[in-house]
Nanobody, 115 residues
Framework: QAQLAESGGGLVQPGGSLRLSCAAS????????MSWYRQGPGKERELVAA???????DYSDSVKGRFTISRANSKNTVYLQMNNLKPEDTAVYYC?????????WGQGTQVTVSS
């Protein structure tokens, strides 16, 4: 059974850092794109960062220069290093994986930035 397991969320003070991880398992096809989305309180889900199988990355303007996405292809694992966190980064962060035959979502991990 396909599964995306996220970890690494938590409570952090403004200016702090967190590293999210997402491990994909049970997906029987090559994963073309792995991404992180987030949904803040009262907001729609938005793309935060994406990485393609060739290593090309894309970031939302709000996180450029602060967040870094990376991927361990051999392990079908994607990471999101988040630095200089701001209160507006508070959200549930979701991992997404896209293959040629469909997409998969994780259940989300809460990130709260507060003093």
């Amino acid at each position: 059974q396909a599964q995306l397991a996220e970890s690494g969320g938590g409570l952090v003070q403004p200016g702090g850092s967190l590293r999210l991880s997402c491990a994909a398992s049970g997906i029987g096809f090559n994963i073309n794109v792995m991404s992180w989305y987030r949904q803040g309180p009262g907001k729609e889900r938005e793309l935060v960062a994406a990485i393609r199988s060739g290593g090309i990355t894309d970031y939302s303007d709000s996180v450029k220069g602060r967040f870094t996405i990376s991927r361990a292809n051999s392990k079908n694992t994607v990471y999101l290093q988040m630095n200089n966190l701001k209160p507006e980064d508070t959200a549930v962060y979701y991992c997404n994986a896209v293959t040629s035959f469909g997409g998969y979502w994780g259940q989300g991990t809460q990130v709260t930035v507060s003093s």
